[in-house]
């Protein structure tokens, strides 16, 4: 199947810094979503970004299906930014979703 | 609006009693997912269900049981729970093929 893999698998910013997640994914993928768990286990939807560009506020995020992968970018980073990032692809022709194993992100005040 | 909703969010229960975990939601979404969340093993997909009566299994399906008779509704059960299968439950569904997915609180389970 399928294969997602995150970098970097941890992560620790100062406050107000900008950080870059990348995920790589095996195969053609016609869904791919990225996901914050929040430090109380709460999944939240970040982006809905199968192909291009999409942004809200200070975070945005790229996805380049030719070369299966998609980028995550915080910008000015703050302490609720905390917790894990998770990308989550669905391959072509497929219904399953299927997860990476995640980048914990920690922010110090 | 509910949207998607699971219980019991915690429980407790000992090896070999079968528990059932719920899942309901009100968006009438099609797709249906069933995960579980391990450290060290992120979200793995247990079941699936892509219609009412229509169920598939996904990377760890061993030790668990699903249906799928009313469209919001998705209820997992473990037949005789097994102290492996302590771990946190997630629910999640998604309208149709390739749409956002959503997914519900979680339920903490504890095998002893």
């Known amino acids: 199947g399928i294969q997602v893999e995150q970098s970097p698998p941890d992560l620790i910013l100062q406050e107000g810094a900008n950080s870059t997640l990348r995920c790589n994914f095996s195969?053609?993928?016609?869904?791919l979503q990225w996901f914050h768990q929040n430090p109380w286990g709460q999944l939240i939807n970040l982006f809905y970004?199968?192909?291009g560009t999409k942004q809200n506020g200070r975070l945005s995020a790229t996805t380049v299906a030719t070369e299966r992968y998609s980028l995550l970018y915080i910008s000015s980073s703050q302490t609720t930014d905390s917790g894990v990032y998770f990308c989550?692809?669905?391959?072509?022709?497929?219904?399953?979703?299927?997860f990476g194993a995640g980048t914990r992100l920690f922010v110090k005040a | 609006d509910a949207g998607i909703t699971q219980s019991p969010r915690y429980k407790i229960t000992e090896t070999g009693r079968q528990v059932t975990l719920m899942c309901h939601q009100t968006?009438?979404?099609?797709?249906m997912f069933w995960y579980r969340q391990d450290l060290g093993h992120g979200l793995r997909l247990i079941y699936y269900?892509?219609?009412?009566?229509?169920?598939d299994k996904g990377e760890v399906p061993d030790g668990y049981v699903v249906s799928r008779s009313k469209t919001e509704n998705f209820p997992l059960t473990l037949e005789s729970a097994t102290r492996s299968q302590t771990s946190v439950y997630f629910c999640?569904?998604?309208?149709?093929?390739?749409?956002?997915?959503?997914f519900g609180p979680g339920t903490r389970l504890l095998v002893l």
């Open positions: 999640a569904s998604r309208k149709g093929g390739a749409e956002t997915q959503y």
């Open positions: 195969d053609s993928v016609n869904n």
């Open positions: 970004i199968p192909s």
């Open positions: 989550a692809v669905q391959n072509t022709g497929g219904f399953k979703t299927i």
């Open positions: 968006w009438s979404h099609s797709y």
């Open positions: 269900s892509a219609a009412a009566d229509i169920t």
